[in-house]
């Protein structure tokens, strides 16, 4: 059965985790709604490109303009089955906003399903949604993770982690494992 699901995402969200999950979900039936604070539908973000070439952290490129296609100011998490938080530099500054912290709020009161990767941990920890959960991220979240009562959980770049309702990984090279998971809390079956 397809499920609406709510994109949170916002100015250089990282390109692969915002665009990737977005087309992913929409492929197999479900609606996305992608929205971001302060704009409205037909207004674009712009994405970075978070890439590992070898040295001591990520490299940030431009990315993409991505459409978005509701209004933030529009919606009510209420509306929505499922949330997903890209990651990237977006999660840093979306926790500012009390009504996106409400909306993630929701989410966990309500044990409906949230897909967070990367840097999306940042979101959760200022939302102080992760206290017993355990939740994977950069590994350069792993402190705000700790410092929110989580559980850090240090896997491969290319896996995910579900505690429950929450799905998480450390960033995109993880979407084929990410997303499966996601997938199979939504429960979303896919038949060819």
Known sequence: MAKKILMICGDFCEDYETMVPFQALLAVGHTVHAVCPGKKAGDTIATAIHDFEGDQTYTEKRGHNFALNAT????RAEDYDALVIPGGRGPEYLRMYPDVIAAVRHFFEEDKPVAAVCHGAQLLAGARVLEGRTCS?????????????????DIPIDQAVTDRNL??????????????????????????
Do not use: D, K, M, N
Request: charged share 10%; hydrophobic share 55%.
């Open 72 to 75: 933030f100011a529009e919606i």
């Open 167 to 192: 799905v998480s990984a450390p960033a995109w090279p993880a979407h084929p494992a990410w997303i499966a998971q996601f997938l199979s809390v939504l429960g979303t079956r896919i038949s060819l």
């Open 137 to 153: 991220a950069y590994p350069a979240c792993r402190a705000e993770v700790e410092l929110a009562g989580g559980t850090y959980a």
